[in-house]
C-alpha cells in the first residue's frame, strides 16, 4: 500500500539555521510522483515542488534544495539559512501512475517548523 | 482569475443537519478533488474526479457524496452531519498532466 511518512512532527530552530525535513515513501508502483506543499499560517497550501520516480537529480531552488533518493524511498527537504517567513508547516505528498495523478494525493501527516527570531 | 474558490470559509452544523460545500474552478481543470485536514493526520482524499459526469472514492468517502455536472462545480453533500466531520476542507483542481494541483482556502467546518 502506498503511504508517506514525515517522523518529524515538530522542528524548531533559530533563524539563519539550515534544517533539513524527511520524507519517506512506500509504493508498489515503478511510475510515482513525489510533492511537496508549504502551509503558513494563514492556512493556504502552496506547491514547492514535483519530482518524477525516474529523476533522481537533486534540485536547488534559492535556499530551498531537495534530494531524491529511491534506494532509501526518501524526498527530503532543505532550507538553507532559515527565516522566520519559513515558518509553516510543510507536507511531502505522493502520486502514482504515469499520469501523475495530481488528483489522487496521498499525503504525510506534516512537519511544522518553527524559526525562532 | 479567481483559482480554486470555496464557499462557505466557515460553517457550523448541527449534528444530523445536512449541507453543501461549494467548490469552483475558473481554469477548465479535468481533475478535481476534496480534501479533509484533521490535526496530526495530514490530508486525506475524500473523493475525485477526472471530468464532467465521472467521481470516484477517495481514502475516506463515508458521510460524503459529490456529483460533477459541469467541469467547473464540484460540491460536496454532508446529508446528515456527524462531530467526526469536524475538520478543514480543501477542494483542489489541475490538468490532467499538470505539475501541480491548485487548492482553494478551504473550509473550517464545525459540527456539534
Known amino acids: 500500500a502506498q503511504k508517506v511518512t514525515q517522523a518529524q512532527t515538530e522542528i524548531s530552530v533559530v533563524e539563519k539555521e539550515d534544517v533539513t525535513l524527511d520524507c519517506v515513501y512506500e509504493?508498489?508502483?515503478?511510475?510515482?510522483?513525489l510533492f511537496w506543499y508549504k502551509q503558513p499560517p494563514s492556512g493556504e497550501l502552496v506547491f514547492l515542488i514535483r519530482?518524477?520516480?525516474?529523476?533522481?537529480q537533486n534540485e536547488i531552488s534559492g535556499r530551498y534544495s531537495w534530494n531524491f533518493q529511491k534506494s532509501t524511498s526518501s524526498f527530503n527537504f532543505t532550507i538553507t539559512a532559515s527565516q522566520v517567513v519559513d515558518s509553516a508547516v510543510y507536507f511531502c505528498?505522493?502520486?502514482?501512475?504515469?499520469?501523475?495523478?495530481?488528483?489522487?494525493?496521498?499525503f504525510g501527516t506534516g512537519t511544522l517548523l518553527a524559526v525562532q527570531p | 482569475n479567481a483559482g480554486v474558490t470555496q464557499t462557505p470559509k466557515f460553517q457550523v452544523l448541527k449534528t444530523g443537519q445536512s449541507m453543501t460545500l461549494q467548490c469552483a474552478q475558473d481554469?477548465?481543470?479535468?481533475?478535481m478533488s476534496w480534501y479533509r485536514q484533521d490535526p496530526g493526520m495530514g490530508l486525506r482524499l475524500i473523493h475525485y474526479?477526472?471530468?464532467?459526469?465521472?467521481?470516484d472514492q477517495g481514502e475516506v468517502p463515508n458521510g460524503y457524496n459529490v456529483s460533477r455536472s459541469t467541469t467547473e462545480d464540484f460540491p460536496l453533500r454532508l446529508l446528515s452531519a456527524a462531530p467526526s466531520q469536524t475538520s478543514v476542507y480543501f477542494c483542489?483542481?489541475?490538468?490532467?498532466?499538470?505539475?501541480?494541483?491548485?487548492f482553494g482556502q478551504g473550509t473550517r467546518l464545525t459540527v456539534v
Open positions: 483542489a483542481s489541475s490538468y490532467r498532466d499538470s505539475r501541480q494541483s491548485f
Open positions: 509504493t508498489r508502483d515503478t511510475t510515482y510522483y
Open positions: 519530482r518524477n520516480s525516474f529523476d533522481e
Open positions: 505528498a505522493l502520486s502514482e501512475g504515469s499520469g501523475g495523478a495530481t488528483n489522487k494525493l496521498i
Open positions: 481554469m477548465n481543470h479535468e481533475y
Open positions: 474526479s477526472v471530468g464532467a459526469g465521472i467521481t
